[in-house]
């Protein structure tokens, strides 16, 4: 049965799940309340969402479950595609070109979802260096959502996530069949370190990064939060390091920590 929300209830909600996640939901979004968190409330026997809120200081686990109930998860492989030539074919040979092949490089997906954005830019890195175990990679993936890293850090997918932008070269390239399932293969997920983490809150133990990719999560935060996100990720970048957020995105008026460039139709920001 799908619980009906009420106004109060999501004046009591709403400013909960934007602590939680910064996410910022209003009235207009009344049914993903319903849609994603009745299916938590009826999961434990709860008859509100004031109830629900309360269960959640008692029970650590049903708080991980509305987190990746009320998160959008939506990704692809080689989503948008420009940002991906850009690295493979720009930033990378330019890294290696200025720091030589031995320099460490750090690359972070961060709000990775379910791993195709880390995957896309291994695979890309892996197409020009050829075995990434040879240097020294290092690939960090992170989402607020445990079932998100969870699903990343396995690396399985199912056909019709396969199909959302992966050329039929590339997949037999990089993942092996298993059942009716592909799976990333080990030199590719082995490069990769995956952890939960809240991005409106501290980074904790995450050094400087040469390229952060942050796309389609600042879009659900309020200005305020996108701001401290941005100035956060410029301190978590190397002096010449790049930022990538996605072509709906902008940082126009939100932070003058960078400067907008451009390589064959990828936008990418550059610490300043
Ligand atoms: C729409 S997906 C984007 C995935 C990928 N970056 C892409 O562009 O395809 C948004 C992701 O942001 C995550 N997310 C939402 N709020 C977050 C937060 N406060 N901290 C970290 N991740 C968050 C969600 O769990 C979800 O996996």
Partial sequence: MRYKIENAEI????????????????????YLFETRLGPVLEKYSLT???ELISSIALNRNIEREVIDAITTQET????DRSPFDFVQNKFFPDF?????????LRVWSAASSTGQEI??????????LF???????????????DEAISKASIGRYNKFELSRGLELKTLHKYFNKEDITWKIKDEIRHAVHFRRMNLLKPFVNVPKQNLIFCRNVAIYFSR??????????????????????????SLAGITDKFI??????????RKS
Avoid at 96 to 104: L, Q, R, S, Y
Avoid at 236 to 242: A, E
């Fill in 96 to 104: 290696f070109d200025k720091n030589g092949m031995n320099a460490p």
């Fill in 48 to 50: 509100n969402f004031q």
């Fill in 224 to 249: 305020e939060d996108r701001k401290t996100l941005y100035d956060r990720l410029a301190d978590h970048l190397v002096d010449d390091g790049v930022l990538v957020i996605s072509s709906t995105e």
């Fill in 131 to 145: 075995d990434l175990s040879k240097y020294n990679i290092n690939l960090l993936a992170t989402d607020i959502s």
């Fill in 119 to 128: 995957y896309s830019i291994a695979m890309s890195l892996q197409n020009i």
């Fill in 260 to 269: 907008k460039e451009q390589f064959h139709g990828a936008v990418f920001y």
């Fill in 76 to 79: 692809l492989f080689f989503r």
């Fill in 11 to 30: 004046d009591i909600l709403a400013p909960f799940i934007h602590k939680l996640t910064g996410i910022v939901l209003d009235y207009s979004k009344a």
